[in-house]
């Protein structure tokens, strides 16, 4: 049987990673400035989190919801501390997509409304509602076209203002946009839509899958502002690589038995990942360390001339050629073996390095950056 070619795939076969590094199967080592599409946030094979998942299998790899899971609440508890949202309460599912799904449905459940104001350039996945909230019109396929979401534009208050009434259950927005390039929403343009969305009886949903988990220097993106979303969807950082997703969820929404369910959702071994990743992120000061290694980053990148407009935040970077970047990226890691990624707009390029990234890496890549900038 082959494979359903749905992958453009570089012709490289990785085989073993540590840290910011991958070795492919030739022994070449490459520099993970992506992270696999932004997933990798304590780095590849980091042992606290090999040892933590082993440990779980040994014991018990899988058991449906049907029964106890005290690992769950562990996990919920680390997270709640950790990003400062004790109060929020938590659904355990398998993928970003996934998470965003749930945070419609439990909006629609909740407000007994259908409408969803979405931003141009967001992405959310590829299930049906979720990719629907995408704006991306080629993957939406004729079963997942509705008219049921709004599009305006990034920042408008005004044009989301216009669009608000008594049929609108959320607004969704990322806490930084990620695949549509690296576009910040404003603080004030957060702190105001969250005004409008309670003014409005809608829910405001922020998507922190990929600007989450400590990437931009803070827990999430938005805590950048001054207001507290009503539910936040979470997954890529989440689990290092192990498939895990989630919604924090606010204590005013309540839950009924069997509003939502998953198989898979919360197993042990997806909470034991979980849980690796935030212990990762507390005892080895990830916030901090991504505070201060940003900035030499960032200050590195815009000393390079005729770099534009460098935008995001923490380790979550981007910024656009002249041109189209696929041939940058692809000679960054053909001739220099460093992974960078790309964005929705042709000539965006993405840095998304793992958390725990070093100076001594930062300086591997901006040597190999500079030669092919300067070439
Ligand atoms: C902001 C955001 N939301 C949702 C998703 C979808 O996540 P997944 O691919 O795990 O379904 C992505 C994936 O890139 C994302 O960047």
Request: aromatic share 10%; with cysteine.
């Amino acid at each position: 049987m082959k494979m359903f070619d749905v992958y453009p795939r570089y012709d490289i076969y990785p085989v073993r990673g540590q840290g910011s590094w991958v070795w492919d199967k030739e022994g070449q080592k490459y520099l993970d400035f992506y992270g696999g599409h932004a997933v990798i946030s304590i780095g590849h094979g980091h042992p606290h989190y090999v040892d933590r998942i082993q440990h779980q299998l040994q014991q018990l790899g899988f058991y449906s919801n049907s029964i106890q899971i005290p690992i769950q609440e562990e996990l919920s508890h680390k997270l709640g501390e950790m990003s400062g949202y004790i109060d929020h309460e938590l659904f355990l599912c398998n993928s970003g997509a996934e998470a965003i799904e749930n945070a419609l449905k439990v909006a629609s459940f909740h407000t007994k409304r259908s409408k969803v104001i979405v931003f141009e350039n967001a992405f959310h996945g590829r299930t049906s509602l979720a990719v629907t909230a995408t704006d991306t019109a080629k993957l939406i396929a004729p079963i997942n076209q509705n008219d049921r979401f709004i599009r305006v534009k990034l920042n408008d208050l005004e044009a989301v203002a216009k669009c608000m009434d008594t049929s609108v259950a959320a607004v969704l927005i990322e806490g930084i946009q990620g695949v549509g390039g690296i576009k910040l929403p404003d603080n004030t343009f957060l702190e105001e839509l969250k005004l409008l969305c309670k003014q409005n009886g809608s829910l405001l949903i922020v998507d922190e899958i990929q600007s989450g988990y400590g990437r931009t220097g803070k827990f999430f993106a938005h805590q950048y502002a001054q207001f507290e979303p009503d539910l936040i969807t979470i997954a890529k950082g989440m689990g290092n690589g192990f498939p895990i997703g989630g919604i924090l969820i606010h204590p005013d929404i309540k839950p009924w038995s069997g509003m939502l369910g998953t198989t898979f959702g919360g197993n042990h071994l997806a909470c034991a990942a979980g849980l690796a990743v935030l212990e990762v992120i507390d005892s080895e000061g990830l916030i901090d360390h991504v505070n201060s290694i940003s900035e030499v980053l960032w200050n590195a990148l815009r000393s390079l001339e005729n770099l534009i407009q460098i935008r995001g935040r923490g380790l979550m970077i981007g910024f656009d050629l002249k041109e189209d970047s696929k041939l940058f990226r692809a000679s960054l890691l053909k001739d220099h073996y460093v992974f960078v990624g790309s964005a929705m707009q042709s000539n965006t390029i993405r840095l998304l390095p793992p958390l725990g990234v070093s100076k001594e890496e930062l300086v591997v890549f901006l040597q190999a950056f500079k030669k092919v900038w300067y070439a």
